[in-house]
C-alpha cells in the first residue's frame, strides 16, 4: 500500500488514471475506419506477432464495467482519447456510430462522478489522411480542426478539459525518423515537416475549440530526461541535443514561439517554407499543459550520421521494457517546465506508470514493484509542489493492460489486469492500493 493519502496534495488536486482508444476500445468495432496502426500492423516485422487492436480490449461494449473500476478506486477523473477514424472513418466525414459512442461514453463518467479529460489525437491517424501525405502535409492543421470540430460539437459541453495531441515526439520523431511506431518512416526530411506540423495543427485545434467557447484546453508533452553518460564535454553535448530535439522543442514552440537553436541549425533546411510565420498558431494560448514521464535515457556521443549519439544501459533498476525507474527526472520536469515555459499555469501529470511481467496467482496480481513506482513518482510530484510547482492533478497509466503498440499485448502497464483471450479483468495490487489511498482506507 501507499504510505501517502489525499491529505497530502493539494485540497482539489485530481487523481486520475489514463486509456486511449486505439489501445482499448476494438477498433474492428463501430463503423471505424482503418488507421496507420492498422496499417503499421499487417506489414510483416513491425509488430509482436502482428498483433493489432480489432479487439484490443473491447472496451468499446465494455466500458461501463471499465468505468465502474474507476469509480470503485475513488478516482476523480479518467483521461480518454478520441479515436479520429472511428469519429471520422475517411478523416473527414463524420460517422454517427462513432459519434455516438463517445456521447455514451461521456454520460456514463459523469453519471459515475469522473471528470472526463479527452485528448483528441492519440496516434491513430486515418489510413485515408496518411494517403495524402499524413502528418507531412500542411493540410493536416486544418484537418485536426475539422475534426475537433466534429467530435467536440458532440461532447465538448461536457468535458473537464480537452488536450489536443498526446506526445508530441512519437508522433513525429519516433514514427518518421526512428520508423518504431506507425507510419514507420526513417526520413529526416519527413520527421522534421512533422515534427513543425503537429505543432501547428495543435494550435490550429487550440483555436477551433475557443471559436466553439470551449475552455481548460491544453497539450501533453512526453518528457524523458537526459543524461550524459561521462563528464566529457561531447557527453554534454550529445545529452543537451537529445534534450532538445525529445523535450525542449515542442514545448518551446507551444510556449515560447520558437525552436531550440540548436535544432534550427541541424533541422533548419527540411522545415516547411515561412514556417516562422506560423508560430502566431502555434502558440495559442493555453490553460493547462499535461507532461508525460517514465524514465530517463543515459546518452553518449558517437561517429556517424546526425544527431550522433546512442542511449547507454543505466545503473537503476528496469521496468519490463527495460527503463530506468528514475522519479527524480519527473520532479526536475515539473519544476523546470514551470520555471522556463508554463509559469503559473496549472500543469498535471498526465502518464506516468510502468510495466511488469504480471501473472494471476491464486485470482490476485501483487504488483508491488509497480506500488513501489507510483510511491516514488507520487513523491516527486510532492517535491515540486513543495518547490512551488502548480501541480493540480497525476494521471496514473494505465487504467488497464491494453495493447501496447509495436510491442503487441506482452507488456503489462495496467492496474487492472486482462487475459486478452476471456477479456476477464483482474483489479491487480495496485489498484487496490489506490483505492485504500483515494478512499482514506
Known amino acids: 500500500m501507499f504510505t501517502h493519502n489525499r491529505a497530502d496534495f493539494p485540497k482539489d488536486f485530481l487523481f486520475g488514471a489514463a486509456t486511449s482508444a486505439y489501445q482499448i476500445e476494438g477498433h474492428a468495432h463501430g463503423g471505424a475506419g482503418s488507421t496507420i496502426w492498422d496499417d503499421f500492423a499487417a506489414t510483416p516485422g513491425n509488430v509482436v506477432r502482428a498483433e493489432h487492436g480489432g479487439q484490443a480490449c473491447d472496451h468499446y461494449h465494455r466500458y461501463e464495467a471499465d468505468l465502474d473500476l474507476l469509480q470503485a478506486a475513488g478516482f476523480d477523473a479518467y483521461r480518454f482519447s478520441t479515436s479520429w477514424a472511428r469519429v471520422m472513418p475517411d478523416g473527414r466525414t463524420p460517422n454517427p456510430e462513432g459519434l455516438d459512442f463517445y456521447d455514451r461514453l461521456t454520460d456514463a463518467m459523469l453519471e459515475r462522478g469522473l471528470k472526463p479529460c479527452a485528448t ?52 513525429a520523431f519516433l514514427s518518421h525518423f526512428l520508423g518504431h511506431h506507425a507510419p514507420g518512416m526513417r526520413d529526416i526530411r519527413a520527421a522534421t515537416r512533422a515534427m513543425h506540423h503537429v505543432l501547428l495543427a495543435h494550435g490550429t485545434a487550440i483555436e477551433r475549440m475557443r471559436g466553439m467557447g470551449l475552455s481548460n484546453l491544453g497539450a501533453v508533452f512526453n518528457m524523458e530526461w537526459a543524461t550524459p553518460a561521462d563528464d566529457s564535454a561531447e557527453a554534454a553535448e550529445a545529452a543537451a541535443l537529445y534534450d532538445d530535439y525529445y523535450n525542449h522543442f515542442y514545448v518551446s514552440g507551444a510556449f515560447n514561439g520558437r525552436y531550440p537553436d540548436r535544432l534550427v541549425a541541424a533541422l533548419g533546411a527540411h522545415l516547411p517554407d515561412r514556417w516562422q510565420d506560423d508560430f502566431a498558431t502555434i502558440s495559442a494560448p493555453l490553460d493547462w499543459a499535461g ?71 491464486n485470482g490476485q496480481v501483487q504488483d508491488d514493484a509497480r506500488i513501489a513506482y507510483f510511491e516514488s513518482h507520487l513523491n516527486a510530484v510532492k517535491q515540486a509542489i513543495a518547490a512551488g510547482v502548480p501541480v493540480q492533478g497525476y494521471m496514473a497509466w494505465s487504467l488497464m493492460d491494453n495493447y501496447e503498440w509495436a510491442l503487441g499485448y506482452e507488456k503489462r502497464f495496467g492496474m487492472v489486469h486482462v487475459d486478452f483471450d476471456s477479456l476477464e479483468r483482474t483489479p491487480k495490487a495496485s489498484w487496490h492500493a489506490f483505492k485504500a489511498m483515494l478512499n482514506g482506507t
Not at 485515408?128 to 466534429?150: P, S, V, Y
Request: glycine share 10%; hydrophobic share 40%.
Open 120 to 171: 483528441l489525437y492519440h496516434w491513430e491517424l486515418p489510413s485515408a489522411l496518411q494517403d495524402k501525405g499524413g502528418w507531412r502535409n500542411r493540410d493536416i492543421a486544418g484537418w485536426l480542426g475539422d475534426f475537433a470540430e466534429t467530435i467536440m460539437g458532440r461532447i465538448g459541453d461536457r468535458m473537464y478539459s480537452v488536450a489536443t495531441i498526446n506526445e508530441f515526439w512519437c508522433v
Open 291 to 361: 507532461i508525460n514521464y517514465y524514465t530517463r535515457s543515459i546518452i553518449a556521443p558517437t561517429d556517424g550520421p546526425w544527431p550522433r549519439h546512442t542511449s547507454v544501459e543505466g545503473p537503476l533498476p528496469k521496468t519490463q521494457m527495460g527503463w530506468e525507474v528514475y522519479p527524480d527526472g519527473l520532479r526536475d520536469f515539473l519544476i523546470r517546465t514551470a520555471a522556463d515555459y508554463t509559469g503559473d499555469l496549472p500543469l498535471f501529470v498526465t502518464e506516468n506508470g510502468m510495466a511488469n511481467a504480471d501473472v494471476i496467482t
